[in-house]
């Protein structure tokens, strides 16, 4: 069973089109739930963390957001170098100082 | 500016021969990660170190390979023999663990081909 699943697989959006991509996750005990962007051919770079249920943080056209069950990564009005796969991870007791990562949402932003 | 740093960014190698992969975590982290990036698996954990001990090592193949910290500046990750298998983006990532925080920053990667 899947602990953190990412959805869609893949995003195509017009420039300008507003969307949000969902992580959820089935560990027990959150200690924290972590979002990154990958550009290809690059290492994740790491954009949010959040702690607890009701917790929001923004980045520039991207807000984080978390509840019990899920986090979703809201891109607000996205433009072409937002095109990137984005990955979010869970961190839980059970995995120590572990992180479990989900596959991911492939984005292409079109002009 | 900080980073994780990897060497060799592309290794190329035939079946059989040795691969070491290496990593420079950021200065003052204590905890290191090395992953597995594939199309079909994503990134997988193989092992990682905290204070340069190894505390988890149940995601790689034992009999092939091995990962060691021979000091806070220096992790290694070594494949020997390496098998087509192996073929993958090898990541190291580097963090600080004080209670709580559970970041980890990424280096560019090892893109490993054996033929």
């Known amino acids: 069973e899947d602990q953190v699943t990412q959805s869609p697989e893949a995003l195509r959006l017009q420039e300008g089109e507003s969307s949000s991509l969902n992580c959820s996750y089935t560990v027990s005990g959150l200690r924290g739930l972590f979002w990154y962007r990958q550009d290809p051919g690059k290492g994740p770079e790491f954009l949010f963390t959040?702690?607890?249920a009701g917790e929001e943080k923004e980045k520039e056209r991207l807000k984080a957001t978390l509840t019990k069950k899920e986090s979703f990564l809201h891109i607000t009005a996205p433009k072409p170098e937002d095109s990137a796969t984005y990955l979010c991870a869970v961190q839980a007791p059970e995995y120590g100082n572990k992180l479990v990562f989900g596959a991911g949402t492939i984005l292409r932003v079109k002009s | 500016d900080a980073r994780v740093t990897q060497t060799p960014r592309h290794k190329v190698t035939e079946m059989g021969q040795e691969v070491t992969m290496r990593c420079q975590p950021i200065?003052?982290?204590?905890?290191v990660f090395w992953y597995r990036q594939t199309m079909m698996q994503g990134l997988e954990l193989l092992a990682y170190f905290r204070n340069r001990a190894p505390l988890d090592d149940s995601g790689m193949p034992k009999d092939r390979f091995s990962a060691e910290m021979p000091d806070a500046t220096l992790a290694t990750l070594k494949i020997q023999p390496s098998e087509p298998r192996d073929s993958a983006v090898y990541f190291c990532?580097?963090?600080?663990?004080?209670?709580?925080?559970?970041?980890?920053?990424f280096g560019p990667g090892t893109r490993l081909t054996v033929t």
């Open positions: 200065l003052g982290h204590n905890t």
């Open positions: 959040l702690y607890s």
């Open positions: 990532a580097s963090g600080f663990t004080p209670a709580g925080n559970y970041e980890q920053y």
